[in-house]
Nanobody
Framework: QVQLVESGGGLVQAGGSLRLSCAASISRLNVMGWYRQAPGKQRELVADIRSGGITNYADSVKGRFTISRDNAKNTVYLQMNSLKSEDTAVYYC????????????WGQGTQVTVSS
């Protein structure tokens, strides 16, 4: 059973920063990333990163968020800067074996609230 354990959410003022972390219980997960779901909205991809370092971002966070990973620690990070109220959501860590895998492993979610 693969476990993804997230940390780092919280309450921050608009313009502030937060860093999310997600540690996987196993190694060699090629793709790790972050999704978010705001109240009344569908879950959406925020950013993902492959084991080789290729990254992918949602347009809404480009230039403000940075995803990175430490393969030795099986951990993915999301540095969020210049936060806006519309970034308020539950953020979920996700991971899968390959980019074409149809199923993913999910973390329990961590709340990020940005106050204006």
């Amino acid at each position: 059973q693969v476990q993804l354990v997230e940390s780092g959410g919280g309450l921050v003022q608009a313009g502030g920063s937060l860093r999310l972390s997600c540690a996987a219980s196993i190694s060699r997960l090629n793709v790790m990333g972050w999704y978010r779901q705001a109240p009344g909205k569908q879950r959406e991809l925020v950013a993902d990163i492959r084991s080789g370092g290729i990254t992918n971002y949602a347009d809404s966070v480009k230039g403000r968020f940075t995803i990175s990973r430490d393969n030795a620690k099986n951990t993915v990070y999301l540095q969020m800067n210049s936060l806006k109220s519309e970034d308020t959501a539950v953020y979920y860590c996700a991971a899968k074996w390959t980019y074409s895998s149809k199923s993913s492993y999910w973390g329990q979610g961590t709340q990020v609230t940005v106050s204006s």
